[in-house]
Nanobody
């Protein structure tokens, strides 16, 4: 069965960095685009970033562009999100999701990992 397991979240000060990982199993990872999404406390789901099959094309929401970098290692079936210059408004549960059609069409999500940006 499809499994997506995130790790790497935690507490970080404003301006700090974190690297999230998403371990994928149960499907052919390099056959799917992948997304990172997030949900802040009391708010709806936000799309953060997407990456194509080979990792050669990446896409970002305006609110993270220039600060976050998505990447993937198809040999390790792992998706990454490098987050730099973190802001308190980046506080959220971050999850990876498998894309089945357009970027907005996701069929599997992980449970997520909590990122808290606070001094």
């Amino acid at each position: 069965q499809v499994q997506l397991v995130e790790s790497g979240g935690g507490l970080v000060q404003p301006g700090g960095s974190l690297r999230l990982s998403c371990a994928a199993s149960g499907f052919t990872f390099n056959n799917y685009w992948m997304n990172w999404v997030r949900q802040a406390p009391g708010k709806g789901l936000e799309w953060v970033s997407a990456i194509n099959l080979a990792g050669s094309s990446t896409y970002y929401a305006d609110y993270v562009k220039g600060r976050f970098t998505i990447s993937r290692d198809n040999a390790k079936n792992t998706l990454y999100l490098q987050m730099n210059s973190l802001k308190p408004e980046d506080t959220a549960v971050y999850a990876c999701a498998r894309v089945w059609a357009g970027i907005e069409d996701m069929d599997y999500w992980g449970k997520g990992t909590l990122v808290t940006v606070s001094s």
